[in-house]
Each structure stands twice: as structure tokens, then as C-alpha cells.
């Protein structure tokens, strides 16, 4: 006997003692066929002899289209200061995200995710709900300049409020249905002034819902919402904090960012967001996630995106620069490993510099 014939006995038995018993059908699962017959016959080396075959057979591409180009926009005029722990990424006034975001334009990509450092900060962080706010200004102008551009906002407070929590606090934690206001408020600001998707990455419970009917209440029932359903307590957020000068002041984001241990939650996470009128999902962070972007793709309908953040990047660029990595390289296979693990949209720092490449 063969050893494939061997493989074949075997899964069938799994199978039979699982529950799929005689008489039910005759056919064996799929995967025994492509079992039953091995090398010589089969050598799956044919199809990588060259990079014409290699690509004809490519499983997943990926393409400018489904990309997400995050951008820092802060006060003043003629800004644009590199962000020490991200190189190649800046803090833009509005005047000069203009021509970044032409730029982004151009290479194919089809949003910008806007996150905004404001003039000054406050308890309550009321600069994320100002209309005149540094997002709503930086919005109004890319619709006004770019208009072939789709302008995606996070909607949170963390950017906004002295203490760096991304919600209003009560007792020493971050109050969960108090906020809920504050952050339907700024998703409607924000809509307000021309974002053409807003994205709530502040992880309280019922802030999609709150959302949703704040934009339909104002008018705003076409503004989809992107929710950053699986959002994850993560390390990888670091470099992230220095652009958006977003760290708490005290304590951690544990007590509303998800435990990194947990699958199933998440799915509970992304059924709820769904329920309360999410369009779109976002897993975040994205390569050491890949597990739940699997499983989410496979279990819902909705399109998902997963978000590679700024430690992802900048732990692939900080090896490159050390000469540890072939950066390019490291910057494709992570993308193409975050679409095959089922993202639909990608949000990434790499964006302009992969677009180039595709
Ligand atoms: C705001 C927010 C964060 C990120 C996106 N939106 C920071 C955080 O939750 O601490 C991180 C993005 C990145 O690291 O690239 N809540």
C-alpha cells in the first residue's frame, strides 16, 4: 500500500467517528482526493518554476484599491514634522496634508484615515466634537481639495482629553455610558464636515448604536460606520502614542480594549457591532491577529478590515534600517498574509509606499 492510501484510511475514520456515519453518503471528504495520489505523479514544484506560473496560480493579491493611508494632522501652518518613532510618516497641518493626500490620490488609494492632534486638551476632550476641530478643519479642506478621496475619521476622544483615556472619567475608570454622547457627537461633527465614513475606535459598549441613530437623527443616515469592533489592549500601539501624543496619563486601556488572549470574545465583539449597525468591522492590531481575522471573515457577511498598526510598521522598518530585514520585502509578505488571512480593506502606513510597488 502506498503511504497517500494510508492518509486516506485514516481521515476516514476520523470522519466516521465524528458523526458522519455509513449510509449518509458514500463520498469521502474533499481533501482525500487531492491525498490519493502522491510524488512522483504530483510535485507541487511544477507551478513554482517561474514568476509567470508563480503568479498565475497566485492565491491573493493585493491592489492600492483596498488600501487605508492613516494621517496626523495637527495645528498651524506649513507643518510637516516626522514623527521620530514612524519614519517617513508626519504630522501634517491642513494646509500641507493637501498635497499628501494627493499624492495618496494618485497611487490608487481610495482613503485616508484622519486622526487629529488638537490646540489644546481637556477633561472632556471637547475638541474631538468641535465643530471648528482640527479633524472637522483637515476634513472640510481634502473634501473641498481632493474630493476623489474617501475621508475616514476616528471617532475618539483619547487625542483630545488631559488624562489620555478615551472617554470621560468617573471614579477612576473610564465612564462607559456617559460617553456614549460624546463620541455619537463627534461622529456627527465630523460627518458634518464631510467624512465620508467614520470609524469608533473608543471600544465602549453601545457606541455603535449610539452612532447610528445620532447620524440618522442628523440628517447623516448614508454615513456608514466602520467599527474597530476587535480592538485589542496592545503593545503594538506605542509609536502610535507619540504621533498622537495620545498615552494615558494613568492606568492602561485595559479596562475597554480587548484582552490579546481572546478569540471568541472577539466574535461576540463584532456580532454586537454588527447588531447595533456596524457596516464594516475592523480587527486591530492585524498581523499577530490573524487568527480572528480568519474567523471573523468566515463567520460574517459584512466586509472586514484589519488595521496594521504602528508597532507592525515599526518593527519592520527599525529592522530594515538596522539591515536586519530586506524592508520591502517584509513590508509585501505581511500585507499579502493580512488579505489571505481574510481582510477585505487594509489600513497601513505602508499604503503609499506599496502602492508605488503594485
Ligand atoms: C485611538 C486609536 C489608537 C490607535 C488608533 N486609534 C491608539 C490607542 O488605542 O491607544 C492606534 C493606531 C496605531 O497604533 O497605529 N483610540
Not at 472640510?140 to 475621508?151: F, N, Q, S, T
Not at 463627534?186 to 447620524?215: E, K, N
Not at 480568519?294 to 466586509?303: I, S
Request: aromatic share 8%; hydrophobic share 45%.
Amino acid at each position: 500500500m502506498p503511504p497517500s492510501a494510508v492518509i486516506v484510511v485514516d481521515l476516514f475514520q476520523r470522519h466516521n467517528s465524528s458523526g458522519w456515519r455509513h449510509g449518509l453518503s458514500r463520498r469521502p471528504p474533499a481533501a482525500c482526493y487531492d491525498l490519493g495520489m502522491a510524488f512522483p505523479v504530483h510535485r507541487p514544484r511544477r507551478l513554482r518554476r517561474t514568476e509567470l506560473l508563480r503568479s498565475f496560480v497566485r492565491e491573493t493579491r493585493l491592489s492600492p484599491e483596498s488600501f487605508v493611508y492613516p494621517l496626523f494632522v495637527c495645528p498651524g501652518t506649513g507643518v510637516k514634522q516626522e514623527i521620530s518613532a514612524m519614519p517617513g510618516n508626519y504630522r501634517f497641518s491642513v494646509d500641507r496634508v493637501i498635497e499628501e493626500c494627493r499624492e495618496a490620490a494618485g497611487l490608487g488609494i481610495p482613503a485616508v484615515l484622519l486622526f487629529g492632534l488638537p490646540e489644546s486638551k481637556d477633561e472632556a476632550g471637547s475638541g474631538a466634537y468641535d465643530d471648528d476641530g482640527i479633524v472637522q478643519r483637515a476634513a472640510r479642506a481634502i473634501k473641498r481639495e481632493v474630493p476623489g478621496l474617501m475621508v475616514i475619521t476616528d471617532v475618539c476622544l483619547c487625542e483630545y482629553t488631559s488624562h489620555g483615556h478615551c472617554g470621560r472619567i468617573a471614579d477612576g475608570d473610564v465612564d462607559n455610558d456617559s460617553t456614549l454622547e460624546l463620541i455619537a457627537r463627534t461622529a456627527v461633527s465630523q460627518a458634518r464636515a464631510g467624512a465620508d465614513i467614520v470609524a469608533p475606535s473608543d471600544m465602549m459598549d453601545g457606541r455603535v448604536a449610539a452612532i447610528r441613530s445620532a447620524l440618522d437623527a442628523a440628517g447623516l443616515a448614508n454615513i456608514p460606520i466602520l467599527s474597530y469592533a476587535a480592538k485589542y489592549a496592545s503593545v503594538f500601539y506605542g509609536p502610535f502614542r507619540e504621533a498622537a501624543d495620545s498615552a494615558p496619563q494613568f492606568g492602561d486601556r485595559r479596562s475597554y480594549q480587548m484582552d490579546p488572549a481572546n478569540q471568541r470574545e472577539a466574535m461576540r465583539e463584532v456580532a454586537l457591532d454588527i447588531e447595533e449597525g456596524a457596516d464594516m468591522v475592523m480587527i486591530k492590531p492585524a498581523m499577530p491577529y490573524l487568527d480572528v481575522i480568519c474567523r471573523v471573515r468566515q463567520q460574517f457577511n459584512v466586509p472586514v478590515a484589519a488595521y496594521q498598526v504602528s508597532g507592525e510598521f515599526s518593527m519592520i522598518v527599525a529592522a530594515a534600517r538596522l539591515g536586519w530585514l530586506d524592508g520591502t520585502r517584509a513590508m509585501m509578505e505581511s500585507l499579502v498574509a493580512i488579505r489571505r488571512a481574510g481582510a477585505d480593506l487594509i489600513l497601513t502606513y505602508f499604503a503609499k509606499q506599496a502602492a508605488k510597488l503594485l
